[in-house]
């Protein structure tokens, strides 16, 4: 194991050296892998069950490729290495965008059930080369089909080049230690057979059932810090928005709508109500739970918030005002650039009101992750009158 010794524990961080290059890599020591890069692994990268072990590690800093990890879920998206125009989705340095396809493949064939590459997350602290280790996963998650968990999809370059990347989703298993003696096993090949296997990731194997490590906040309110942007990219992205509409509020209640399509694609039919008759409404619609002949709608309202980022939260008189209006069984929307102030939140929370919440931070991963870089989000949001 070049010198490993050490457990995988989740969330422990793993330090390199200090030396300011490539060489404070700590992974190639800590689990074998090469140095440098996103996508290392460890076998034949040509075949499903000459693949022994799979490095992804995310800077979770690029805008434009937003790799995330839902503690709540256990859900990990995890962008391919193809992010530059001039290359075919398949012609990526490390061959990481090649190993994906036989992953999903693997993961929906049922013959696959003896033999699978160990897959394990690390993300990066922002100190030196340092690692923090998220986990083992496995590719799909249990909502989720063939068509859905690896996609392909479409970009545009700085010189509005088209190209592919995928897009692909796993989960993160309910592990929270994994042994080196497990991952010396896993090394020669002997990944299901290994007495120090974890129970979830041999029962995923044998029957594909899903024990993610889902870990639910402990409060329900967010600080508006949690409610904002947390870096430079994304204030750009909630100041653009604000910027194109902060003079034209109707623009926003359509945009806003849109916005809560994003997060809530179900949103069957739905329409802007008129500017000078809303009544506390913005928009009204239905939301569609479940499928075809068996889905039920229920109905809701939603209103828009065109807030300075920099400036107010949402207080508990605009609450109050969408909340007044909700007719039986329906539940509201709120959509700001802004936040909800604390008193507000916590009203909304303890009284149990159905509302649903969608703040500035919320703004900003929805349209890095549905509609893409700085410019096409700009681009996306000039269409609205």
């Given at each position: 194991?070049?010198?490993?010794?050490?457990?995988?524990?989740?969330?422990?961080?793993?330090?390199?050296?200090?030396?300011?290059?490539?060489?404070?890599?700590?992974?190639?020591?800590?689990?074998?892998?090469?140095?440098?890069?996103?996508?290392?692994?460890?076998?034949?990268?040509?075949?499903?069950?000459?693949?022994?072990?799979?490095?992804?590690?995310?800077?979770?800093?690029?805008?434009?490729?937003?790799?995330?990890?839902?503690?709540?879920?256990?859900?990990?998206?995890?962008?391919?290495?193809?992010?530059?125009?001039?290359?075919?989705?398949?012609?990526?340095?490390?061959?990481?965008?090649?190993?994906?396809?036989?992953?999903?493949?693997?993961?929906?064939?049922p013959a696959v059930t003896n033999r699978f590459p160990v897959i394990l997350?690390?993300?990066?602290?922002?100190?030196?080369?340092?690692?923090?280790?998220?986990?083992?996963?496995?590719?799909?998650?249990?909502?989720?089909?063939?068509?859905?968990?690896?996609?392909?999809?479409?970009?545009?370059?700085?010189?509005?080049?088209?190209?592919?990347?995928?897009?692909?989703?796993?989960?993160?298993?309910?592990?929270?230690?994994?042994?080196?003696?497990?991952?010396?096993?896993v090394c020669n090949g002997d990944a299901a057979t290994s007495m120090h296997?974890?129970?979830?990731?041999?029962?995923?194997?044998?029957?594909?059932?899903?024990?993610?490590?889902?870990?639910?906040?402990?409060?329900?309110?967010?600080?508006?810090?949690?409610?904002?942007?947390?870096?430079?990219?994304?204030?750009?992205?909630?100041?653009?928005?604000?910027?194109?509409?902060?003079?034209?509020?109707?623009?926003?209640?359509?945009?806003?709508?849109?916005?809560?399509?994003?997060?809530?694609?179900?949103?069957?039919?739905?329409?802007?109500?008129?500017?000078?008759?809303?009544?506390?409404?913005?928009?009204?619609?239905?939301?569609?739970?479940?499928?075809?002949?068996?889905?039920?709608?229920?109905?809701?309202?939603?209103?828009?918030?065109?807030?300075?980022?920099?400036?107010?939260?949402?207080?508990?008189?605009?609450?109050?005002?969408?909340?007044?209006?909700?007719?039986?069984?329906?539940?509201?929307?709120?959509?700001?650039?802004?936040?909800?102030?604390?008193?507000?939140?916590?009203?909304?929370?303890?009284?149990?009101?159905?509302?649903?919440?969608?703040?500035?931070?919320?703004?900003?991963?929805?349209?890095?992750?549905?509609?893409?870089?700085?410019?096409?989000?700009?681009?996306?949001?000039?269409?609205?009158?």
């Open positions: 194991m070049d010198g490993g010794t050490q457990d995988l524990v989740v969330d422990r961080i793993y330090h390199g050296s200090r030396q300011g290059n490539a060489a404070d890599d700590p992974l190639p020591a800590l689990i074998g892998v090469s140095g440098g890069g996103g996508f290392r692994y460890i076998g034949d990268r040509t075949a499903l069950d000459r693949l022994h072990l799979i490095a992804l590690k995310s800077n979770f800093n690029d805008p434009d490729w937003p790799d995330r990890l839902d503690h709540e879920t256990g859900r990990f998206t995890y962008y391919g290495d193809n992010k530059k125009p001039g290359k075919q989705i398949l012609d990526t340095p490390r061959g990481g965008n090649r190993i994906l396809p036989h992953l999903f493949a693997g993961r929906h064939d997350l690390f993300g990066w602290t922002g100190e030196y080369r340092d690692v923090r280790f998220l986990g083992l996963a496995v590719p799909g998650a249990p909502s989720l089909g063939p068509d859905d968990d690896l996609v392909a999809i479409w970009r545009t370059g700085g010189k509005n080049e088209r190209f592919q990347n995928y897009k692909a989703e796993f989960t993160v298993l309910d592990v929270s230690v994994i042994s080196q003696d497990w991952l010396t096993d296997a974890p129970r979830p990731w041999l029962e995923w194997l044998e029957s594909r059932k899903y024990q993610p490590l889902a870990a639910p906040h402990s409060l329900e309110t967010r600080t508006r810090e949690q409610q904002m942007p947390d870096n430079k990219d994304g204030t750009t992205i909630l100041e653009a928005v604000h910027d194109r509409f902060k003079e034209n509020s109707h623009g926003f209640e359509a945009c806003a709508l849109e916005i809560a399509r994003l997060m809530m694609p179900d949103i069957a039919d739905a329409e802007l109500t008129r500017p000078w008759r809303d009544g506390g409404r913005d928009a009204v619609g239905e939301y569609r739970i479940g499928i075809e002949k068996s889905s039920i709608l229920v109905e809701f309202a939603l209103e828009a918030k065109c807030y300075d980022p920099a400036g107010k939260g949402v207080g508990v008189k605009e609450l109050s005002r969408l909340i007044s209006r909700l007719r039986h069984r329906q539940f509201g929307i709120l959509v700001t650039t802004s936040y909800l102030a604390s008193q507000a939140y916590s009203e909304l929370k303890e009284d149990g009101h159905p509302v649903v919440m969608i703040c500035g931070a919320d703004i900003v991963q929805l349209l890095r992750e549905k509609i893409g870089s700085v410019g096409q989000i700009k681009k996306w949001l000039a269409g609205f009158e």
